[in-house]
């Protein structure tokens, strides 16, 4: 038997969770979140022990991803709560963001809700110390006044429905929108009726990028709109963003034009840093670090891991680059170009394999290094020690077969 009010209006696809408990909050007459937690809590003590105090008192630290060690208990909470609102199995965990295995651009940690993984550095409000708003499109709180799930991506600016400017800041108090801080959908914490606001139209750029960032669009020659994954858009949204944008939100706009022209923007911008190499060099070609003259090409090309089957556009144009480069700089007498030196890591990352596959074949005598080793001392993974062609050459003898595995892993 349900032991709270549902909202009326089931959750919606694209509804945020905090903002569903919101609502729930809303239909029972709580006066805040933290009430309706305690009472949840108290509820789940009798329901289940080991689970209830795993619900958050804070609505800023609800969803699953923040969950300090183990999430399990978080989803036994949710499922319990599912129970006492009487809603369907999963209803709430549709609406979550969870944590994802996969990693974007390096290092970059994922979240992930409805098939699509999603940067968390490009989550509004992430981190539960800051101050960050939220913003809010007018017309949609009119529509419908739940938070639409986008709203909470850094590079969706604009609402492609009503085309207009997300907005920010309260017109009337200037505060930073946040319904998580404030615990209110439609009214700013001074009282403003945020459905009120006066709306500003959206920039073309930020409209298009609104539009094609979730279902993309086929009919777009651009790579960064017509790729079938949305996982791959933001992934490449954030390359971009490393490369050139540091951390301002107005780059995303900025890379549509970008790729509007890939890859032969990027290709004459690699051309120039090959030209200018050798007036770089401190050592010879052969002792120098692939990362000394490129920076972090390789490491930053592999922008998902673990992959998916098709290998993502920027990946095989930086990999198209660099198999370029070896061809165009045969070996000589005096080393070049090609020869210079990648570490483990930019090699697994080259040859679309693991860093223990890399060890083993230099292991095997197939990579050869370009320093002598200590006996029994692994080779740090970020030490250039690799001949870049021999790497390519290695990983062009197996053709365009990526499956990565190039030595049996017994």
């Known amino acids: 038997m349900a032991f709270l009010f549902s909202p009326r209006a089931r959750a919606f696809i694209d509804e945020s969770l905090e903002s569903y408990l919101l609502r729930i909050v809303s239909e029972n007459f709580f006066d805040s979140y933290q009430q309706l937690s305690l009472a949840i809590r108290e509820e789940l003590h009798e329901l289940d022990f080991e689970a209830h105090g795993s619900f958050p008192i804070e609505l800023k630290r609800l969803n699953i991803y923040h969950a300090k060690h183990n999430s399990h208990f978080r989803m036994r909470a949710l499922s319990l709560l599912e129970s006492l609102l009487g809603l369907p199995p999963h209803e709430l965990q549709k609406l979550a963001l969870f944590r994802s295995n996969r990693s974007f651009v390096g290092t970059g940690v994922a979240v992930h809700r409805n098939g699509i993984d999603i940067p968390l550095s490009f989550i509004r409000y992430a981190n539960e110390d800051d101050t960050e708003s939220v913003p809010i499109c007018p017309g949609c709180l009119k529509d419908e006044p739940y938070i639409r799930q986008v709203w909470h991506l850094k590079p969706y600016t604009a609402c492609a429905k009503h085309e207009c400017a997300l907005i920010h800041h309260c017109p009337k108090c200037h505060a930073p929108i946040n319904y998580i ?156 170009v090609a020869d210079m030196l990648v570490s483990v890591a930019e090699t697994a990352v080259l040859l679309s394999t693991t860093q223990e596959q890399v060890y083993r074949l230099h292991q095997d005598g197939i990579l050869t290094s370009a320093f002598r080793q200590k006996m029994k001392q692994r080779i740090d993974p970020h030490a250039a020690v690799f001949y870049l062609r021999q790497v390519i050459e290695y990983k062009s003898s197996f053709g365009s077969d990526r499956q990565g595995m190039y030595l049996s892993a017994w």
């Open 181 to 336: 801080e404030n615990e209110s959908i439609s009214y700013c914490s001074c009282g403003f009726e945020l459905s009120k606001a006066a709306v500003i139209s959206a920039k073309q750029s930020d409209l298009i990028l609104a539009r094609s960032l979730i279902n993309g669009d086929v009919t777009s020659t651009n790579p960064l709109l017509n790729e079938t994954s949305a996982t791959h858009r933001l992934a490449a949204l954030l390359w971009y963003q490393k490369r050139y944008g540091g951390s301002n939100d107005n780059s995303f706009s900025d890379a549509i034009e970008y790729f509007d022209n890939w890859p032969d923007n990027f290709y004459q911008e690699l051309d120039k840093v090959t030209q200018g190499a050798e007036l770089r060099l401190i050592e010879l070609f052969n002792r120098t670090a692939f990362r000394f003259i490129f920076g972090e090409l390789i490491l930053h090309s592999r922008c998902l891991y673990p992959e998916d089957k098709e290998p993502h556009f920027i990946y095989s144009a930086s990999m198209g680059y660099l198999q370029r480069l070896v061809v165009l700089h045969p070996k000589s007498k005096k080393p070049n």
